[in-house]
């Protein structure tokens, strides 16, 4: 399995990007998939998972801001963020779990590279 992210960069607070992930490897329809991020000098957290049945999660920090969509045609999962803030920067991971119809918990689960992005204010 293998997961490759794209879509980071520099934003003023305020702004929006969208994170892509492109899975490959497997049939991804009946996996959950999802994003983390890491801050620096903090734990890996988790933002927003996407399950197989089209229901989706977010944390409380990005309620109402940050949307999850998955495009299983092309094993594609995607994360758009708007309104965002500072402490949104952080390296942010797509992953996908190890068992299909899992919760996507680590450890049980694939990580891509990671992306930066960074809000400034």
């Known amino acids: 399995v293998q997961l490759v992210e794209s879509g980071g960069g520099l934003v003023q607070a305020g702004g929006s990007l969208r994170l892509s992930c492109a899975a490959s490897g497997r049939t991804f329809s009946s996996y959950a998939m999802g994003w983390f991020r890491q801050a620096p000098g903090k734990e890996r957290e988790f933002v927003s998972t996407?399950?197989?049945?089209?229901?989706?999660t977010y944390a409380d920090s990005v309620k109402g801001r940050f949307t999850i969509s998955r495009d299983n045609a092309n094993n594609t999962v995607y994360l758009q963020m708007n309104n965002l803030k500072p402490e949104d920067t952080a390296v942010y991971y797509c992953a996908t779990d190890r068992y299909s119809y899992g919760s996507l918990t680590p450890p049980d689960v694939y990580w891509g590279q990671g992306t930066q992005v960074t809000v400034s204010s």
């Open positions: 996407m399950y197989w049945n089209g229901r989706s």
